[in-house]
């Protein structure tokens, strides 16, 4: 289970509308599943159906994570078009097992944020619980 405090929920669906049409994404920092802090990455490719996290951005949010003992507990992106589900996209470059995915989609008026977990081609659900 993943605990995300409300303001950050909030702070990562005003991302997604954003860059709306396109794909955002980021990640979020925090401790043993509960979230702290969200980075929001640019989307190298500028894609309405895929995303690639900026490297340096990542980097600087990696030594960030670092200096506060923050652990990497999602990478979260958006789903403009379609349901909050992983896509075939997703499942390939899923190179993180061990992190969860949280996918914020915006295809119905009210946001759906769902949290998955991609492992070996697999998809997982793991529950979002906002505090
Ligand atoms: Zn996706």
Redesign the pocket.
Known sequence: MIKIPKSIYRTIIEHARREAPL?CCGILGGREGAVEKAFDLSNTERSQ???SMSPQEQLKAFEEMDRESLEMVAIY?S?TH?ISF??E??VKLAFYPEVASV?ISLKEETPVVKAFRIKEDAIYSEEIEVI
């Open positions: 794909e159906v895929r995303y992106h789903h379609t992983p896509s996209t997703d996918i």
